[in-house]
């Protein structure tokens, strides 16, 4: 087996993980690296997926204030809530962060979110039919769409190969570039955190790093080569493409 060979997203985050004297468990590890493992094991489990923005209303920064509650848990609750009515026993999961409008952005809410949403089942993100419009009235409603904005700009969800850089552009507001626009400090307002990630998608992410942490281990022990192919094997096995990691190690 090559260093090479190893899928870029994987060697990314075991190289991330150098300065560590052993790679960490699960609630250990950073947020930044927990976004990275969420990306990845969505890639490669095969979990239809979108590339998601979307506006926040108004009423629903008023609302969140009044329960006492951070803007990003509030409009997640209610995210999660529409798309459980609409999906039944669909799984699906939510990550997003969110960040000012720039005041020169007339007519728009005060506040919008990058992030990524996954739905268990291809079919409700096919373009222009009737599953995909259902599901795209429900996050309109979910996310407070007001007359600011016609539906079509409200929000966004486009199929894109993402890499980690959609993560570092969606958490900019996290290392202040982006409230500099119009803030020093985050508003008040909204409350910290200013991200949210279902509980699903959690999982997932979690999952699939116990599942490579052998092969991240390796790398960062530098014994990557004397994974044998029982090694690779079981790290492979249930993939949807069951030779995915075989074959990239051979």
């Given at each position: 087996h090559s260093f090479e060979a190893l899928t870029p997203e994987i060697d990314s985050i075991a190289n991330s993980m150098l300065?560590?004297?052993?790679?960490?468990?699960?609630?250990?590890?950073?947020?930044?690296?927990?976004?990275?493992?969420?990306?990845?094991?969505?890639?490669?489990?095969?979990?239809?997926?979108?590339?998601?923005?979307?506006?926040?209303?108004?009423?629903?920064?008023?609302?969140?204030?009044?329960?006492?509650?951070?803007?990003?848990?509030?409009?997640?609750?209610?995210?999660?809530?529409?798309?459980?009515?609409?999906?039944?026993?669909?799984?699906?999961?939510?990550?997003?962060?969110?960040?000012?409008?720039?005041?020169?952005?007339?007519?728009?809410?005060?506040?919008?979110?990058?992030?990524?949403?996954?739905?268990?089942d291809q079919s409700w993100f096919i373009r222009d039919s009737?599953?995909?419009?259902?599901?795209?009235?429900?996050?309109l409603k979910a996310t407070g769409q007001d007359d600011t904005m016609c539906p079509q700009n409200w929000q966004e969800m486009k199929k894109q190969d993402l890499t980690f850089g959609w993560i570092d552009y969606s958490?900019?507001?996290?290392?202040?570039?982006?409230?500099?626009?119009?803030?020093?400090?985050?508003?008040?307002?909204?409350?910290?955190?200013?991200s949210a990630m279902s509980h699903s998608m959690a999982r997932r992410a979690k999952s699939f790093y116990e599942r490579m942490l052998p092969l991240i281990r390796a790398i960062v022990g530098n014994k990557y080569l004397e994974f044998s192919f029982d090694d690779w094997r079981k790290l492979n096995e249930g993939y949807p493409d069951p030779l995915a990691f075989l074959s990239a190690a051979e």
């Open positions: 300065s560590y004297e052993r790679p960490k468990r699960w609630y250990d590890t950073k947020e930044l690296l927990r976004l990275y493992m969420m990306l990845v094991a969505l890639k490669h489990t095969g979990v239809p997926y979108r590339k998601l923005t979307f506006y926040i209303g108004q009423e629903l920064v008023e609302a969140s204030i009044a329960a006492g509650q951070p803007l990003a848990g509030y409009v997640n609750k209610r995210i999660s809530r529409a798309l459980k009515r609409l999906l039944g026993d669909v799984e699906f999961g939510v990550w997003f962060h969110i960040e000012p409008t720039p005041e020169k952005s007339v007519k728009r809410p005060p506040y919008h979110a990058h992030g990524i949403l996954f739905i268990d009737s599953k995909r419009k259902k599901l795209g009235r429900a996050f958490r900019q507001s996290r290392r202040n570039r982006m409230f500099i626009m119009d803030f020093e400090i985050c508003p008040e307002e909204i409350g910290d955190p200013l």
